[in-house]
């Protein structure tokens, strides 16, 4: 499934920044044990997994494995758990955290954030994890900190506990423990900045380096003053979360000045992804960070020229030489078509894609052109969106066409559409669009206005869709009638409920999902059948956990445009997630896409043939969220929603905590960062191998 924005645009860099996460390889790593399985723990974990997948609760092979499995077994089984949303076992999880064996107790508290029980019994339990964790169960504690996360407010309580100085100060294995509740506390609206504020300028550097997180994602103005001091850190993930803090949101007048002038400093930082969120904090005080943002789109870096760039539009104003200049700076499309949006909406249409120049953009060969070109429309004024984008709406291509709908897809049904009624009737015609993705837009569009006198149309589309390769219009079109249906069920007529009832019930899990709790679609079954039978998932365990536990795990190389990036695959953890990576990849799935999306320190994303974001296998796989962190390099299945997962995947170019517990994790890299780096949004990839 696609993902047009990440990750907007993933489970624990707690974990795996602080605690128990996979550390690269390397000379002073300590192997881990070689580790067999079992031909009954097989069949154990082959049936967890088919469990996990069919999202169905059977009591009776959890408790066989809980009571007989071995270890790998046990963990598979409280991760299930939480996959399954199994709260009837949540008792027996609170009793697992407090078990010896530390990676079933650590699995089952991260089972618990899953579930999102707020019981106070839950909230006791991870409380007294984290407050207890030392020596070699401090995995369970971390774990427990970022379950406490997960469930929020109602643990606000337990998470300041947590950070108590008589608390921190007693455990043995304070720093990774410490680290772990403080991103934890970052999940909090407000952040705790009282309770944090005293570890920004800790001595341990894992510690500062999650204040600093914990401060500079909330942009307290309570923070603030605090991430000055962190603005020097030696760590440069620690100076990238001070300067992302330092934005005027938090400064504000009394701190702007100082502000700005760490922020000088830290655009001209050896690192290139702390000059990235210098730039764009920088671009927060307007007019004074001119010089800055000039400066960055010089600089060494693409991707800090990139970030710069798209960062101009409160800084340039209307002043159309300074964007000219600008725009002359880099001549790639990855560049320029951050410029010509950013000028967009501060009111300046540059030439490359003004009406009277012959060889604007709209006109290009390259789809890739004509479709930023619809994109620079997007959040600007009707009369903007209505010069650049409807004309594109027409484009022979329909990743344009989708680029042009998208565009004015945000304005429909909105406070001026009484103003601009054409707008709703225009969306409405990308209903039988011959693109797929056309289509699932323009539905998506209309679902907020959705109404019983629709119903016709949005039946006619679903038929349409019923072609599809991808389901995305489907899904769609159910959402829509659901939401029809909910605000305008007495307006439906006789014939257009015996034409609902009349589709015959999909076996997709995320159109019965969509459905699922709607009385309209009250003949539909709750639930999809299991996806395979028993000896797909048998394969599985045999040809990817089996391998993965006994120390030899598989590997993936992309062969990258800036060099190949090898990745090690997590049989154990993601098992059906890195047996679809590499059935795609041996079928040359991979083969000739591009990195088509890249932002700047965030992630680079590829697995799309279309190139547009929204294209994918004609299929979806099941999430299988697990402990495994989203450090720097981290490899993450794409989504557009809960178990969408096909083959899209994303590289995380630096660590992100804000992520954790929504992606699949099932991969990391080992070796190819300086390409991973240097990647810019359309580079090309020329195949991913299996070795």
């Known amino acids: 499934m696609p993902v047009r924005t990440v990750l907007l645009p993933l489970a624990l860099v707690v974990v ?171 999940t909090l609206r407000p952040v705790p900045a009282d309770a944090v504020l005293p570890f920004v300028a800790s001595g341990d550097a894992v510690v500062a380096r999650a204040a600093a997180y914990a401060l500079g994602r909330g942009r307290d103005p309570a923070g603030a003053r605090a ?48 000059r990235i969120a210098a730039v764009q904090s920088a671009a927060s005080y307007g007019a004074a960070a001119r ?61 490359a894609i003004a009406n009277d120049n012959d060889d604007r953009w709209q006109r290009r060969q390259d789809w890739r052109y004509r479709a930023a070109a619809a994109d620079a429309a997007a959040g600007t004024s009707v009369e903007r969106m209505r010069d650049l984008a409807l004309p594109l709406t027409r484009d022979p291509d329909g990743r344009v066409r989708t680029a042009a709908y998208a565009a004015f897809a945000p304005t429909v049904d909105t406070q001026s559409i009484r103003v601009h009624p054409w707008r709703r009737q225009f969306m409405a015609l990308g209903l039988t669009d011959a693109d797929f993705y056309v289509r699932a837009t323009a539905l998506g569009a209309l679902q907020r206005g959705a109404s019983a006198a629709d119903g016709p149309a949005f039946l006619r589309s679903y038929a349409l869709a019923a072609q599809d390769r991808q389901d995305d219009a489907r899904v769609a079109a159910i959402a829509l009638l659901v939401s029809a249906w909910s605000r ?39 639930s999809a059948p299991p996806p395979h039978d028993a000896a797909w998932y048998r394969g599985i365990v045999d040809s990817v956990v089996r391998p993965a536990l006994a120390g030899h795990p598989a590997r993936a190389i992309i062969d990258a445009a800036r060099g190949p990036i090898t990745v090690e695959l997590f049989g154990v953890d993601a098992p059906i997630t890195v047996a679809n990576f590499i059935a795609l990849a041996r079928t040359g799935f991979y083969r000739e896409t591009t990195f088509h999306r890249v932002v700047p320190a965030f992630v680079a994303q590829d697995g799309d043939p279309r190139g547009d974001g929204n294209g994918g296998p004609p299929y979806a796989i099941r999430d299988e969220l697990n402990r495994d962190g989203y450090a720097r390099g981290t490899l993450g299945m794409a989504l557009s929603g809960p178990d969408t997962g096909g083959s899209q995947y994303f590289l995380t170019l630096t660590p992100q905590p804000q992520l954790d517990g929504s992606y699949t994790v099932f991969g990391r890299v080992v070796d190819g960062f300086a390409a991973l780096d240097g990647t810019v949004a359309n580079d090309s990839i020329a195949d991913v191998r299996i070795p």
């Open 488 to 526: 305008d069920s007495a307006a439906f007529t006789p014939t257009l409920r015996d034409a609902v009832a009349a589709l015959p019930p999909p076996s997709d899990p995320v159109e019965l999902g969509v459905a699922r709790g709607s009385t309209l679609f009250a003949r539909w079954p709750a």
């Open 291 to 351: 010089e800055m943002l000039l400066t960055a789109l010089a600089d060494s870096d693409a991707n800090v020229r990139i970030a710069a760039g798209a960062a101009l539009e409160p800084v340039l104003g209307r002043a159309r030489a300074d964007w000219v200049r600008a725009f002359g700076a880099d001549t790639s499309l990855a560049y320029r078509r951050g410029i010509v949006a950013a000028a967009v909406r501060a009111g300046i249409v540059l030439e």
């Open 227 to 274: 991430l000055l001091g962190a603005a020097l850190s030696r760590d440069p993930d620690t100076r990238s979360y001070a300067a992302r803090g330092l934005a005027v949101r938090a400064a504000g007048d009394s701190l702007a000045d100082t502000a700005v002038a760490a922020l000088r400093r830290l655009v001209a930082d050896s690192d290139a992804h702390v």
């Open 16 to 186: 795996g920044a602080a605690c128990a996460g996979r550390p690269l390889p390397s000379s002073t790593t300590a192997p881990e044990p070689v580790r067999a399985l079992g031909a009954a723990d097989a069949e154990r974990f082959a049936e967890l997994l088919a469990m996990a997948d069919a999202r169905r609760v059977d009591s009776a092979v959890i408790e066989d494995a809980l009571t007989r499995g071995s270890t790998p077994v046990r963990v598979e089984a409280v991760l299930a758990i939480g996959q399954v949303q199994g709260r009837a076992f949540v008792p027996r999880l609170r009793d697992a955290v407090r078990g010896r064996d530390t990676a079933v107790a650590a699995t089952a508290a991260f089972a618990l954030g899953r579930i999102g029980d707020t019981t106070a019994a839950t909230i006791l339990v991870l409380g007294d994890a984290v407050d207890d964790a030392s020596g070699a169960d401090a995995t369970v504690g971390c774990a427990a900190a970022w379950a406490l996360g997960a469930i929020g407010a109602p643990a606000r309580n337990a998470i300041v506990h947590g950070l108590a100085p008589r608390v921190a100060a007693t455990q043995p294995a304070a720093a990774g423990v410490l680290a772990a509740t403080l991103y934890a506390a970052s």
